[in-house]
C-alpha cells in the first residue's frame, strides 16, 4: 500500500554523522491502527504493508488513545488580529516604504 505524504524526513546531527529520522504524519498513524483494527491487530504484518519497522506501530499502539483523539489544530497560514503595534508611527512609515519599493520593482 504506497500512501502519499506519508512521512518527512528530517536530519539529526549527532556528533560527526548525520542520521535521518523518519516523522509520521498524524493521518498515516490513524491510518495503520485502523488497518490494525480490521486485520487482527499484527504489527508484523501491518509494518510489511506501510513498510513501517513493527517497534514504531507497537508505540504507536501504545498511544492509541492520543492518536485517535488528536486531530491537527493548527492550520498552515495563522492570522493573528487585534495585536496592537509598539511602535505605530514607525510601522506605517515601514510599510509605506515597502509599498513604495514593491510598486518600483525593487524587491
Known amino acids: 500500500m504506497i500512501l502519499s505524504n506519508v512521512v518527512r524526513e528530517v536530519g539529526v546531527s549527532n556528533k560527526n554523522?548525520?542520521?535521518k529520522r523518519t516523522i509520521y504524519y498524524l493521518d498515516t498513524k490513524q491510518e495503520v491502527l485502523e488497518y490494525l483494527q480490521t486485520n487482527g491487530?499484527?504489527?508484523s504484518e501491518a509494518g510489511r504493508v506501510f513498510?513501517?519497522?513493527?517497534?514504531?506501530i507497537s508505540n504507536w499502539v501504545k498511544q492509541k488513545n492520543e492518536i485517535t483523539d488528536t486531530s491537527?489544530?493548527?492550520?498552515?497560514?495563522?492570522?493573528i488580529q487585534n495585536i496592537k503595534a509598539r511602535f505605530p508611527?514607525?510601522?506605517n512609515r515601514l510599510l509605506l516604504w515597502f509599498d513604495l519599493q514593491r510598486s518600483e520593482?525593487?524587491?
Do not use: A, F, H, M
Open 41 to 43: 491487530n499484527n504489527q
Open 51 to 56: 513498510s513501517i519497522q513493527p517497534r514504531i
Open 17 to 19: 554523522r548525520i542520521k
Open 105 to 107: 520593482n525593487k524587491c
Open 72 to 79: 491537527y489544530k493548527r492550520s498552515k497560514t495563522r492570522v
Open 89 to 91: 508611527e514607525k510601522e
